[in-house]
């Protein structure tokens, strides 16, 4: 567990890590590149690079951070990944039912098995629940969340790789844009962002937007922090209330 620098939240927590490709967000995977470097590097947890598996010992984590955090549960996995065993997803559960000063950020790729776990268990109250919708094609994970108990339903259009089109945001309360970094970034389309936060304003829906990444708002590629953060030279950064 440490803290992060990624912009909308406060800490990370990884009691699973490794993980696999499912679609077309996963080609450039930040957290593949970062377990590999972590291996090389003799990192406890990462001796055998990004294969998934389960850390028992990273469960207590959070009950030892008094001071009410914002988590990001899993930036270097996927809670609901094939290998993921429920009896694991209960105990990390439970954690976070007995914390409820924290606010738990649990975003994921897999919907089918995010809605076979819901099927018979409740998320708590302090979960903000996430899907990734890196392009069309995989739209409809949003109906599959917006169909569980969450108090707090997000998206990440994060990388945001295509034209979204209309987006039905009833009951999503934030929406999280942002473009590629890294080597073999692809490049995000002005319009696209522009479309997706007049869709959130018209759908009074938080729009926060993280990074142009390696290709700015012009269409030229630079370095990350170059690019920056304003779309038309706004900053939108806003959040949902719990």
Same mark, same amino acid.
């Given at each position: 567990?440490?803290? =992060? &620098?990624? *912009?909308?939240?406060? $800490? ?8 696999? /490709? ?5 080609k ?6 970062m377990?590999?470097r972590?291996?090389?590097m ?25 001071r ?15 290998k ?23 975003? =994921? &790729?897999? *919907?089918?098995?995010? $809605? ?8 708590? /109250?302090?979960?903000w ?53 890294g080597v ?26 993280k ?17 920056? /953060? ?6 939108y ?6």
């Open positions: 567990m440490k803290t =992060t &620098k990624i *912009e909308w939240t406060e $800490a990370t927590w990884n009691p699973s890590i490794g993980c696999s /490709k499912v679609s077309a967000g996963c450039n995977c930040y957290a593949e590149v377990a590999k972590l291996q090389a003799g990192a406890a947890g990462y001796e055998d690079g990004f294969k998934f598996k389960v850390l028992a010992d990273r469960l207590i984590q959070p009950l030892c951070v008094k009410a955090t914002k988590f990001f549960v899993n930036s270097m996995s996927d809670l609901f990944h094939e993921m065993p429920f009896e694991f997803l209960d105990e990390i559960f439970e954690v976070i039912e007995k914390t409820p000063q924290h606010q738990y950020q649990i975003l =994921t &790729k897999r *919907e089918k098995i995010l $809605a076979d776990y819901c099927q018979t268990r409740k998320i708590p /109250k302090n979960v629940l996430g899907v990734t919708v890196e392009n069309v094609n995989v739209k409809h994970r949003i109906n599959t969340l917006r169909n569980t108990d969450a108090q707090i339903k997000f998206l990440s259009i994060e990388p945001l790789l295509s034209g979204m089109g209309k987006l039905d945001l009833q009951n999503i309360h934030w929406v999280i844009v942002g473009g590629e970094s073999g970034a692809r490049p995000m389309n002005k319009q696209w962002a522009l479309d997706i936060q007049k869709q959130c304003a018209e759908q009074d829906v938080a729009f926060f937007f990074q142009w990444g390696t290709w700015g708002e012009d269409g030229i590629k630079r370095s990350k922090k170059e690019n920056g /953060k304003r779309i038309n030279g706004k900053i950064q806003e959040m949902p209330v719990p």
